[in-house]
């Protein structure tokens, strides 16, 4: 079993759609957490962190359950340019800090 | 350009011959990472560097595969009598020891093994 698991879509949506993308983590031990973005042929950049309490980075909207060891990602008003693959991302604070990194989600966005 | 820069960007070699690839992170960064990526699959961790120490190293990864960061600057994979297998992009990333959660990444290694 993989560490993180992502639905691997790919959710086709029109333009101003909501869109909610899931994502399990098994080690309980993790206690970062990330959505990074990956367009085609290019390479991962972190869209935002994941907090307990949630947060919202302006259409993007970021929750966590620690009791069920789920995150998600919500997208409101979808845009063209959302288009991308969505990658689940955790971290164990301990002194091997490293990125784990789901399959990602892929989203396209039609007009 | 400051980011994060690898060197090839893409190489194809026959089974067995040895490759090797650099990467040059952001210079203020002292944390460095390799990934491996294959096709609908997200960057799978080999191994990290926090300056010139390399800090753990993938379970996954065989013996055939080495990496160096020399003096805590630029880092080098060696992979050794190349698989088929072992055909992926290979990307690293750096970050700083403040911000360990936002990796950059550079364009990656594309290797092809035939």
């Known amino acids: 079993r993989k560490e993180v698991e992502q639905d691997p879509g790919p959710f086709n949506v029109p333009e101003g759609a909501t869109v909610a993308f899931n994502c399990t983590y098994s080690n309980s031990a993790s206690q970062s957490f990330f959505w990074y973005r990956q367009d085609c042929r290019k390479e991962p950049k972190l869209l935002m962190s994941?907090?307990?309490s949630g947060n919202e980075d302006g259409r993007f909207t970021a929750q966590l359950n620690r009791a069920s060891q789920y995150i998600s990602l919500l997208i409101r008003d979808s845009k063209l340019s959302d288009s991308a693959t969505y990658l689940c991302v955790v971290a164990r604070m301990d002194s091997s800090y490293k990125l784990i990194f789901g399959s990602g989600t892929r989203l396209l966005v039609r007009p | 350009d400051t980011g994060v820069s690898q060197d090839p960007r893409h190489k194809i070699t026959k089974r067995g011959q040895n490759v090797t690839f650099r990467c040059d992170p952001i210079?203020?960064?002292?944390?460095l990472y390799w990934y491996r990526q294959t096709l609908g699959q997200g960057p799978e961790f080999l191994t990290y560097f926090q300056n010139e120490a390399q800090l753990e190293k993938s379970r996954l990864l065989s013996d055939r595969f080495s990496a160096e960061r020399p003096k805590g600057s630029f880092s080098t994979l060696e992979i050794q009598r190349t698989e088929q297998g072992d055909s992926a992009m290979y990307l690293c990333a750096s970050s700083s020891i403040d911000r360990r959660e936002k990796l950059f990444f550079g364009s990656g290694t594309q290797l092809s093994v035939l």
């Open positions: 994941v907090y307990s």
């Open positions: 210079s203020e960064h002292n944390r």
